[in-house]
């Protein structure tokens, strides 16, 4: 009897645990397996306090453990359905109330969760055999993401490009090296930061006086630069390895292939943190929302002593935790995590300069800002926006119950502004604590996306999406080795150049597209 009654209780923890297996199985190679580890523990805590409580207050623990149940998974669904709420047929109701639409229908689904309660204890006539087959059920839940995160483990392919690719050999002389001044060097991406020509065109933003500071400070401005990629990863991937996607797959490169696994370990283990680190740099990054953007293989790494990523706020916002803390407490958690981690960032590089004193550095420094989600003001304070966790562009955002094309654009520059302001801050002290004249890069991945279409080979206003911010603090005063238009699969090749010897020969300068649900079939865009 003992043993039957464990596997009648099985079901509350399959269910709670199956949302983090869910989404990781559907995010694999961008998650880390370690990101689970919380997740589950705090799922089947969750499960267990509430099945004791229930317990106590049903005097049973059958009834307990089917309530539980339906809880639970109530709970981990309302993301979900809120999401699918125009499908429900729910959507034109919600927005015509004077009440924010996410508390409204938190009511109504917390309705339904304790009416269907209701009906399983007051008309089964079994328990036995709805506990059989919630049973049943919660397995067959937990057997897919499973069997998908097996099948890909099994039939994954992590090789991507040789470590002893002839060029790096030939175009580096490592006889030279004790002959080299060594500058530290500070690679600062901003995600999604636009050109000033776009940003004066498509969001009426005069960014002319950030540009001015740049330019006082010593900066090379490079005009009409793009970027090479429309997406984060694939740009990264290709920068730090100073070429691009497709020659970096080798013959390994599958077009139709949406996994990304091999751009993160491309961004990891990338061929720029290797070539310094033969002349004797430290490399140093910070921790990063996107767990694949996560550059922790670095030899001096700085992360916030309790640290939620992208992924563990994905599963947050499956429940109804955010909407009940922000309209019941007025703290919005998420919007806190997130500022939290970019002002740790911007807070901790004086550590990273003083911990590196005794090398050169090679300092990676990603902020995901001006990218949504906009939780900055110019002046640094919090945004009152309802569904402002949502980190996603163009036609992906910009829809009926999101946020309008002005709304985008205005809470946009206000986050690029507040970028700005905090770059000058950034960027003065890494001049007055060098003891020599760094390199700076200050770069973006990629543009922003109000006019974007992510499932579209046509997309509209391809140009917004491309056209970037780089600019270069050096050592040299000249910047005659720079020109116009150039993009970021040359800049480390420009750099090992003119301070390392270098002999790398430069790429055409090509900006691709490509859909989210295609991200390498790329379709060249013409500048």
């Known amino acids: 009897m003992h043993h039957k009654r464990i596997f009648h209780t099985i079901h509350p923890f399959l ?4 949302p983090a297996l869910f989404l990781f199985s559907n995010n694999m190679g961008q998650v880390p397996p370690g990101d689970l580890i919380i997740p589950i523990t705090l799922s ?7 099945l004791a409580i229930l317990a106590f207050l049903m005097k049973g623990i059958q009834k307990a453990e089917l309530s539980s149940s339906l809880l639970i998974l109530f709970f981990f669904f309302y993301g979900p359905a809120y999401d699918a709420r125009a499908v429900l047929g729910l959507g034109p109701f919600l927005l015509s109330l004077p009440y924010d639409s996410s508390i409204v229908f938190l009511i109504i689904w917390s309705v339904l969760a304790f009416i269907s309660i209701y009906c399983v204890l007051k008309y089964c006539r079994s328990l036995l055999t709805v506990t059989r087959a919630f049973n049943i059920i919660a397995i067959v839940l937990i057997v897919m993401p499973l069997a998908n995160i097996f099948r890909y483990t ?10 002893a690719n002839s060029e790096d050999k030939l175009s580096l002389p490592i006889n030279s090296k004790a002959d080299l001044i060594r500058p530290d060097i500070y690679y600062i991406i901003l995600d999604s930061y636009a050109g000033i020509d776009v940003l004066k065109e498509f969001y009426d933003f005069d960014n002319s006086v950030f540009y001015n500071f740049l330019l006082e400070k010593g900066f090379h401005i490079i005009r009409n630069s793009k970027s090479n990629y429309s997406w984060t990863m694939l740009s990264l991937a290709s920068s730090l390895n100073l070429d691009y996607i497709v020659p970096l797959f080798d013959n390994h490169y599958d077009a139709n292939s949406n996994d990304t696994a091999p751009l993160i370990k491309m961004i990891k283990n990338n061929r720029t943190m290797h070539i310094l680190k033969e002349f004797g740099y430290k490399s140093v990054a910070f921790s990063a929302w996107y767990a694949g953007l996560d550059m922790s293989t670095a030899d001096i790494y700085f992360r916030p002593n309790f640290f939620l990523n992208e992924f563990h706020f994905a599963l ?7 909407v009940a803390a922000k309209n019941l407490a007025s703290f919005d958690i998420i919007s806190a995590a997130y500022k939290g981690n970019i002002l ?4 901790s590089l004086g550590s990273a300069i003083k911990k590196g004193a005794d090398a050169p550095l090679f300092v990676f420094l990603y902020l995901e800002a001006p990218h949504p989600p906009f939780v ?3 002046d640094g304070k919090e945004i009152n926006l309802v569904g402002w966790h949502n980190d996603r562009e163009g036609n992906w955002r910009i829809d009926k119950g999101n946020l309008t094309k002005a709304e985008f654009i205005h809470l946009y520059t206000d986050q690029l502004q507040f970028i700005n302001n905090s770059l000058r801050a950034v960027i003065d002290r890494i001049l007055n604590e060098s003891n020599i004249k760094p390199i ?10 109000s006019k974007f279409f992510w499932d ?3 997309a509209l206003n391809q140009r917004e999406g491309v056209a970037i911010l780089n600019a270069l603090y050096s050592p040299s005063s000249d910047g005659d080795y720079l020109y116009g238009g150039m993009t970021p699969v040359n800049t480390f090749r420009m750099i090992f150049n003119k301070y390392f010897g270098g002999n790398y020969r430069l790429l055409a300068d090509k900006s691709y597209f490509s859909t989210a649900q295609y991200p390498y079939k790329f379709i060249e865009i013409g500048h």
């Open 15 to 18: 269910f709670a645990v199956f």
């Open 44 to 50: 089947i805590f969750f499960a267990l306090c509430l």
């Open 154 to 163: 099994i039939t994954k392919n992590m090789a991507w490009w040789s470590s």
């Open 316 to 322: 947050l916002n499956t429940t109804p935790i955010p």
């Open 344 to 347: 740790y960032k911007l807070n």
């Open 376 to 378: 900055f003001r110019p």
């Open 440 to 449: 700076i890069l200050l770069q973006s991945d990629h543009g922003p996306h």
């Open 456 to 458: 579209r080979s046509d």
